[in-house]
């Protein structure tokens, strides 16, 4: 949340030193039909939701690790479902993620509305931090899937949110289709882009199902799997 409200303070200096870099820097910060303040806004705003994604990823694994040590087979011993425990789990995780991401979209919208003395910057930065969220829930998704269906390749779910945040970071650079597995790369890319419903409810879906087969696999399998 900090790193947004840096981000929201630096925004006019942050666009004035990209203006004046090299074009492989410029090609990090695309400007959108928005200029170039709301490109900058883009790309951070994603990387602040892959650090929010990498948090809920590591709620779940610490679920894993309840499991590993023993002491999640005590609470199981209770008349509480598998699917209960870990899905109240998945819920904090995601909650948490959530609110992260809603407040980090208020501070930065406010410090940048301060800085470039434009209060619509709020409301854009809000939306923008909202509509990652899809994203993060993707992400989530594939952490708890991999706990229910293969919790000994649980670490996997490491590479995948570093692959995620190495797209959001360079995608600009790399070569076509390499961010074909991020769902931000789905995602419109608020404030520098318009508003596309349809993309946020598929990235939704996906999120959603993947969450709900592991918590399907995880009752399904043996307790360390």
Do not use: C
Request: without cysteine; charged residues 10%; negative net charge.
């Amino acid at each position: 949340m900090l790193t947004g409200v840096f981000v929201g303070v630096l925004a006019q200096s942050l666009v004035d030193f990209i203006e004046t870099e090299s074009q492989d820097v410029q090609q990090l910060f695309p400007a959108g039909e928005n200029g170039a303040v709301a490109s900058v806004f883009a790309v951070y705003v994603v990387f602040l939701a892959v650090m929010a994604s990498a948090y809920a990823a590591t709620a779940v694994g610490a679920a894993r690790s309840e499991e590993v040590a023993g002491r999640a087979a005590a609470v199981l011993a209770a008349p509480v479902s598998r699917r209960r425990w870990l899905g109240a789990q998945v819920a904090l995780a995601g909650g948490v993620a959530v609110v992260t991401m809603l407040v980090t979209g208020v501070l930065m919208g406010a410090a940048g509305a301060r800085s470039l003395d434009d209060p619509g910057q709020l409301g854009d930065l809000l939306g923008a931090a909202a509509v990652t969220l899809p994203g993060v829930l993707v992400v989530l998704g594939v952490a708890v899937l991999l706990l229910g269906a293969a919790p000994r390749a649980f670490p996997v779910v490491w590479a995948y949110v570093a692959y995620v945040g190495l797209i959001g970071v360079l995608g600009g650079v790399l070569p076509d289709g390499a961010d074909a597995l991020s769902p931000f790369a789905y995602l419109p890319a608020l404030p520098s882009e318009p508003m596309s419903w349809g993309p946020v409810a598929a990235v939704t879906a996906v999120g959603a199902l993947l969450v709900v087969a592991g918590l399907a696999a995880f009752r399904r399998r043996d307790a360390l799997g």
